[in-house]
């Protein structure tokens, strides 16, 4: 499969899933913050083994979670 049907087919997957949280009426309050404990962990756990250009990318998402969590 190629990069980009990869792509493609993880955003239909992720549509689906937030279809699946959202009529159960889970919070994004949530969501974000049970998001931002798992990247997080995987973070420190992988330091090590990412290049610098990951470990930015994902300390940058990590930020993002942050500053949307702190509005609620």
């Not at 990247?39 to 930015?56: A, I, M, N, P, V």
Request: glycine share 2%; proline share 0%.
């Amino acid at each position: 499969m190629s990069r980009l049907s990869e792509i493609i087919e993880n955003h239909h997957s992720l549509d689906q899933l937030f279809a699946i949280i959202k009529h159960h009426g889970v919070n994004a309050e949530y969501v974000s913050t049970a998001i931002l404990s798992q990247f997080e962990q995987r973070l420190e756990e992988s330091e090590e083994d990412e290049s610098q250009e990951e470990q930015t990318c994902s300390q940058a998402f990590i930020d993002d979670l942050k500053q949307f969590g702190a509005r609620f």
